[in-house]
Nanobody, 122 residues
Framework: QVQLVESGGGLVQAGGSLRLSCAAS????????MAWYRQAPENQRELVAS???????NYADSVKGRFTISRDNAKNTVYLQMNSMKPEDTAVYYC????????????????WGQGTQVTVSS
């Protein structure tokens, strides 16, 4: 029904930048909040940043001032611009979206992308 496809991960040196994208497709009626999470080895999945449908944003303290989340509602896509990256940013990054589908217009369901690896070398 719904797919979230991430792209843009890879290997970058400390201090460098990457931009992640996540496009939602399928039987979508509307998308509420969208977010990026990350999970490093042996760590729990943590919220990196989120954005509402109206554009209000929220960031983890560890990425404030370095990462920027944005979205293109016409394209059902969310982005994460990551600057001044640090080795501790190394993780698998997951896209998350709260979506109403054509088969269930009255409820939001949370969907996840497959994850994209981000590695920051020191």
């Amino acid at each position: 029904q719904v797919q979230l496809v991430e792209s843009g991960g890879g290997l970058v040196q400390a201090g460098g930048s990457l931009r992640l994208s996540c496009a939602a497709s399928g039987s979508i009626v509307s998308i509420a909040a969208m977010a990026w999470y990350r999970q490093a080895p042996e760590n729990q999945r943590e919220l990196v940043a989120s954005i509402t449908s109206s554009g209000s944003t929220n960031y983890a303290d560890s990425v404030k001032g370095r990462f920027t989340i944005s979205r293109d509602n016409a394209k059902n896509t969310v982005y994460l611009q990551m600057n001044s990256m640090k080795p501790e940013d190394t993780a698998v990054y997951y896209c998350n979206a709260e979506i109403r589908t054509s088969s269930n217009r009255f409820r939001l369901y949370a969907y996840w992308g497959q994850g994209t690896q981000v590695t920051v070398s020191s």
